[in-house]
């Protein structure tokens, strides 16, 4: 009769809410968002969508890129299929609006880092880990002659408005004391269009967007990235404060893709990875790994082979990466930063443990 | 003797039973007004308590003291001084006058274009009549923000730069601006010079703030030519016999009797097309002018603070429109007819 009656306590204030936590006999967790998305059987995820090498849409209709990659990822470790994601294209200014009021789940779109985006009394945003390392670069007119920053003196120079790259650009301006006109723009199309309508000597982003918007530039080659790096960017794929579950969830995820190719473990041998755990039994990292043992998933409220499924879906990160920015792509991003760590890199995943 | 008493009056008939409360037509009307006012006043204050719930819960509580930080962007141009180390406010104010300006501006263009080719509908030159014609309908038929575009990035961007720059005695036209002569510092007459290629001159127009005002003028133009036109229709035929009568030319009939008149017509409609006018040039950001949208835009993104700056600007477009449509309806009374 007592306990009863403490159990019938208990669940009320579940369900009042009063109780954090309180996830009953399942063990699982309490993630409001990752109910909706497997209730609605789809992810959506808020993309740039004109950006190549980071989230474009392709000559067939489907969109591709790094950060199209993350979403595939967490939609296949979440519900089982890469494809059932749903993108949203987001201008710079409507990111974070969407991401607030819940019309995206998941905003992978080569959103910097920030103190005031990351805390509460700001954008009250959750940070995965960070895909890329990014810097803020310069891209001139190679007739143009300009060489560094000086030489923007005087210069008109294109910005995306509302971009940590506007705040940027004045700090470094300002520190120099070079004079400039900043001419903004609401979406990253505006702002190179006027680049190459010759309205400005100079447009300026991250060097990763610089690169992938100049290959489709009528001529590639009379454009020139200035060596000056004005600024760290980490583009990081982000979910809001509101719900710790599914912002872990996201978290390890993303881990999981770092740590598969720190493992050795890519698209084509996960398959023959998984079956060499189940033999042996002696293999406890892998196992764990893959979710052969232990209850990883179940802590994150994801099934237990998260880590396979993304994997299988798009790839560990260094194949991610090669693909859509690397050597085999048309940007032909150096790794630089974004080695793995014993490489001399950043990306570096905590042990799944 | 005592006098006699006075005879009873007649009997009054009964005055008849007074109706039940809610059949009486003096309570009705203010029992309904005092309850369907109740309803919208507990509507309201469960709206804004749902705001202020929620806001709290989500840590969002309006708070103004962003205000007071370093805006930390520039401004491209701006009337009243500004650089990043000055307050959101001030930047805020910035866009604002930029706003006013491209408005103030564009008021008086569109009404200028517009009474020109509503004036020209009534031409006795067929080709004009047609051209005025063409002009409305296409222009009144497609979308501003792709009118805007068009006028930017094709039209404006398409003016050659720098030494290959239309050059005229004291006035320059390139790709980044109408550049004017005037006095510069120390009250010295410059004329626009080329200095490391860029040209520099005491009075300069972007090209922004061109595009957005040619796209805003010819865009209301249309409409306020259809009002005009509309207005100039309403004044009887017997007015322009009676001025072609007495000899007066096309034009002066116009002027001198028609114009006048239509005013009563043209006035009610024209304040509508000043308010479109004003909310309209908010689609400068479309085109990298920096008006106050543009300035707000980057605000919010940068502190966060959205229902705080999607108040402001709320409360200074209503403004703004507000004024417009005082001004314009003391106009209107002025050209009334004054009944006598």
């Known amino acids: ?353 | 003797m005592a006098p006699v008493p006075p005879a009873d009056p007649a009997p009054r008939p009964a005055p008849p039973p007074s109706p039940p409360w809610w059949r009486d037509r003096r309570i009705v009307p203010w029992v309904v007004q005092a309850v369907v006012g109740l309803l919208v006043l507990l509507l309201i204050a469960f709206l804004l308590g749902n705001l202020v719930r929620n806001l709290t819960a989500a840590g969002l509580l309006l708070s103004w003291r962003w205000l007071q930080q370093p805006a930390g962007f520039d401004i491209s141009e701006s009337v009243i001084p500004f650089n990043a180390q000055l307050p959101y406010w001030r930047a805020l104010a910035a866009g604002l006058v930029n706003t006013i300006r491209a408005v103030l501006v564009g008021l008086v263009g569109a009404t200028l274009l517009g009474t020109l080719v509503g004036m020209a509908s009534f031409s006795h030159n067929g080709l004009l009549r047609r051209l005025a014609r063409v002009y409305v309908e296409v222009v009144r038929n497609i979308p501003l923000l792709l009118q805007l575009v068009f006028w930017y990035f094709v039209v404006f961007l398409s003016f050659p730069n720098g030494v290959a720059a239309i050059q005229l005695p004291g006035v320059v036209l390139a790709k980044s601006g109408l550049y004017i002569a005037g006095f510069g510092e120390g009250l010295r007459w410059m004329g626009p010079t080329l200095v490391n290629g860029v040209w520099q001159a005491p009075v300069r127009l972007s090209v922004e703030f061109g595009a957005l005002l040619t796209g805003l003028i010819v865009y209301s133009g249309a409409f306020i030519a259809e009002v005009v036109r509309g207005g100039i229709a309403a004044v009887p035929k017997g007015q322009w016999e009676a001025a072609s009568s007495l000899g007066l030319s096309w034009f002066a009939t116009l002027r001198r009797i028609v114009l006048p008149q239509s005013l009563r017509v043209i006035v009610p409609g024209l304040n509508t097309q000043y308010i479109s006018l004003a909310k309209n040039s908010s689609l400068a950001v479309a085109v990298g002018y920096t008006d106050l949208y543009s300035v707000a835009e980057t605000t919010l993104n940068q502190t966060g603070r959205a229902v705080e700056v999607i108040l402001v600007l709320l409360a200074a477009y209503l403004t703004l429109d507000l004024l417009i449509s005082a001004l314009m309806n003391g106009l209107n009374h002025l050209v009334q007819i004054r009944e006598r």
């Open chain 1, 1 to 353: 009769m007592f306990r009863n009656r403490t159990r019938s306590l208990v669940v009320s204030l579940c369900a009042a809410g009063l109780l954090a936590g309180c996830a009953g006999d399942g063990g699982g967790v309490q993630s409001q968002k990752l109910s909706t998305i497997t209730g609605r059987g789809k992810l959506i995820c808020g993309v740039e969508g004109k950006l190549p090498g980071f989230s474009f849409v392709g000559p067939d209709g489907k969109y591709l890129g790094l950060d199209v990659d993350v979403c595939k990822a967490v939609a296949a470790a979440v519900l089982g299929d890469p494809e059932k994601v749903e993108y949203r294209d987001l201008n710079s200014s409507e990111r974070f609006a969407a991401l607030a009021s819940g019309e995206v789940d998941l905003l992978s779109r080569n959103t910097t880092m920030t103190l005031s985006r990351d805390a509460a009394g700001g954008n009250g945003l959750s940070f995965a880990p960070t895909t890329f390392y990014d810097g803020q670069g310069v891209l001139v007119p190679v007739a143009s002659g300009i060489k560094d920053l000086k030489g923007l003196a005087g210069k008109t120079i294109c910005v995306e408005s509302g971009t940590t790259t506007e705040l940027n650009l004045a700090d470094r301006m300002r520190e120099q004391n070079i004079p400039y006109t900043p001419l903004k723009f609401q979406t990253s199309d505006q702002t190179f269009a006027a680049y190459l309508g010759d309205r400005c000597v100079a447009v300026t982003s991250d060097r990763s967007q610089l690169a992938g918007k100049r290959t489709s530039f009528p001529k590639p080659d009379a454009h020139t990235l200035l060596p000056v790096v004005m600024s760290k960017e980490p583009l990081t794929p982000a979910t809001t404060n509101g719900d710790p579950a599914w912002a872990d969830a996201v978290r390890w995820i993303v881990y999981g893709l770092m740590q598969a190719e720190e493992s050795g473990i890519t698209q084509a041998n996960v398959d023959a990875k998984l079956a060499e755990a189940k033999a042996n039994t002696n293999q406890a990292d892998l196992r764990r790994f893959l979710g052969v043992e232990g209850d990883f998933g179940k802590q994150l409220g994801l099934p237990p082979d998260f880590v396979v499924k993304a994997v299988k879906a798009v790839g560990n990160y260094g194949e991610i990466f090669d693909r859509n920015v690397g050597p085999a792509s048309a940007l032909k991003l150096d790794r630089g930063l974004n080695r793995q760590w014993k490489d001399g890199g950043l990306i570096y995943s905590p042990p799944f443990r």
